[in-house]
Nanobody, 125 residues
Framework: QVQLVESGGGLVQTGGSLRLSCAAS????????MSWFRQVPGKEREFVTG????????YYVDSVKGRFTISRDNAKNTVNLQMNSLKPEDTAVYYC??????????????????WGQGTQVTVSS
């Protein structure tokens, strides 16, 4: 049974940092793309960043470039999201998602097969 479990969310002030982790289990993810999405109540879930587990190539949405960094830890089967210089507009529930590499289109939700339960990130002004 595939499981994606996010952790690391919380409350932080503007300009602060948080590190999210996504622990993946129940499957071999070596040919998967792992991504982070976020969602604010009343709005659509939006793509933030993704990484190819095999090649390590990454992609970021413009609003987080230079502030967020995605990485993978093969030994621990985790994907991390380091978030620096946080802004109030980064406040959202952050979700980890996994999809088979060749089928994934970075920002297209329907191309991802597995999702975590989400973790809340709140940035106070």
């Amino acid at each position: 049974q595939v499981q994606l479990v996010e952790s690391g969310g919380g409350l932080v002030q503007t300009g602060g940092s948080l590190r999210l982790s996504c622990a993946a289990s129940g499957h071999t993810f070596s040919n998967y793309v792992m991504s982070w999405f976020r969602q604010v109540p009343g709005k659509e879930r939006e793509f933030v960043t993704g990484i190819s587990w095999s090649s390590g190539s990454t992609y970021y949405v413009d609003s987080v470039k230079g502030r967020f960094t995605i990485s993978r830890d093969n030994a621990k089967n985790t994907v991390n999201l380091q978030m620096n210089s946080l802004k109030p507009e980064d406040t959202a529930v952050y979700y980890c998602a996994a999809g088979v590499g060749p089928s994934v289109r970075w920002g297209r939700i329907s191309t991802y097969d597995f999702w975590g339960q989400g973790t809340q990130v709140t940035v106070s002004s």
